[in-house]
């Protein structure tokens, strides 16, 4: 049993990162059709993309009800940064909701957000996520959180599953040995002297620096489960705030570089469903909302930046366009937590130096009939 594990035969629902948003959750499984347990009139499964904590209001019901359904085999779930973040007892933005170190903080950031204070809810959170895989794979599909990079999976591939902090954990420690040996350390060091400033400050713009630029960069160079959940990375050319951080990498459109025949499906990346708005990452600049990208139009994004609603509700913004999506598969369909559903765009088809794009021969292998959806009535509180 490895990180890696194999992908449930049949037709799927890949849902994306959902950020602590509960009720969107509920939403979004109702709209695709399960009942209270998980079941499908269809005998679909379901398949989580990671990052279901951090920001929304309610981590530990989402966590609930991921549990509660890969427990009972109605689910697969994977990890993304941001359970890694919570099993390495690392506190990051958004984590406040488990973490006494990031509460005031968040809650000057974010509405209000339950939190697990039974020591034995707490415990059971971090066992079910240490349990998790980083990847799935099948014939005709693949699932990671962010990258699929060849050699990050063949290495996550020799790892046990139920290892995935001590693995990660040994990687970073290879990481910080050579940042040691490279100055890196002591650089930031002295980057901290100069600029002794939060980089949480969004006010507050710091000068590029140089030396955490180069420590993101060496960690992705040593910990290939970095690259599977966070994505590969490459020098900014100057500081920018993403994730209420100052950043000094940015992320890598590594679908550009991906020239296998498997379609791939990841979240992490935040996308929107309006052409040309301004997220995030800034990836999708010129894909349009609904299409699949990469060399080979066989690379999907299914995160629709849920996990930006819990802010906009803190500043009084709209939260109009950040959705919760799942991807049907092999339909190709999108179903958004409002109901909407959208077909995607350009799947396998080829762009061409002259003439019109030519259709690669579709990998939908005998799951090719489009499922009934069942609208029928789900509890807004599931078993957890």
């Not at 509920?26 to 998980?38: A, F, S, T, V």
């Not at 699932?143 to 040994?170: M, N, T």
């Not at 600029?195 to 060496?218: T, Y």
């Not at 906009?312 to 909407?340: H, I, S």
């Amino acid at each position: 049993m490895s990180l890696i594990q194999p992908l449930p035969p049949g037709p799927l629902d890949i849902v994306g990162d959902i950020h602590g948003e509960q009720e969107a959750l509920l939403q979004l499984l109702r709209h695709l059709g399960y009942d209270i347990r998980g079941n499908h009139p269809q005998g679909r499964t379901l398949v989580f993309l990671g990052d279901f904590v951090d920001r929304g209001p309610d981590s530990p019901g989402v966590v609930g009800i991921v549990h509660q359904l890969v427990r009972t085999g109605k689910a697969v779930a994977i990890a993304g940064n941001h359970e890694i973040n919570l099993l390495r007892n690392d506190p990051k933005d958004g984590s406040g909701w488990f973490f006494d170190a990031r509460l005031q903080s968040d809650l000057r950031k974010y509405p209000g957000f339950a939190r697990p204070h039974d020591p034995a809810e707490r415990s059971a959170i971090v066992h079910f996520l240490r349990d998790l895989p980083v990847a799935l794979e099948r014939e005709d599909l693949r699932i990671v959180h962010a990258a699929w990079s060849v050699g990050a999976v063949e290495q996550a591939r020799r790892k046990p599953l139920g290892g995935l902090r001590a693995a990660y954990d040994a990687w970073e420690a290879q990481a910080a040995e050579a940042a040691q040996a490279q100055r890196i350390t002591e650089r930031m060091a002295q980057e901290r002297q100069h600029w002794p400033h939060n980089l949480e400050d969004g006010e507050r713009r710091p000068p590029f620096l140089q030396a955490h630029c180069d420590n993101e960069l060496n960690k992705s160079g040593f910990n290939p489960l970095k690259v599977l959940t966070c994505g590969l990375e490459d020098p900014a050319t100057a500081p920018f705030f993403a994730g209420n951080k100052w950043r000094f990498v940015q992320r890598q459109a590594w679908w550009e570089h991906y020239t296998e025949a498997t379609p791939v499906i990841v979240g992490h990346y935040w996308r929107s469903i309006e052409p040309h708005h301004a997220t995030q990452e800034g990836l999708f600049a010129d894909i349009a909302p609904f299409a699949w990208h990469g060399q080979r139009r066989n690379v999907f994004c299914v995160d629709y930046s849920v996990g930006a609603r819990a802010q906009a509700r803190k500043n009084g913004g709209t939260t109009q366009c950040f959705k919760l999506a799942a991807l049907r598969w092999p339909e190709r369909v999108l179903m958004f937590d409002d109901g909407r559903q959208q077909a995607t765009q350009n799947f396998m088809q080829m762009p061409m130096a002259t003439g019109p794009a030519q259709s690669v021969q579709a990998l939908d292998k005998g799951l090719s009939k489009r499922s009934t959806l069942n609208l029928g009535f789900l509890p807004q509180i599931m078993a957890s």
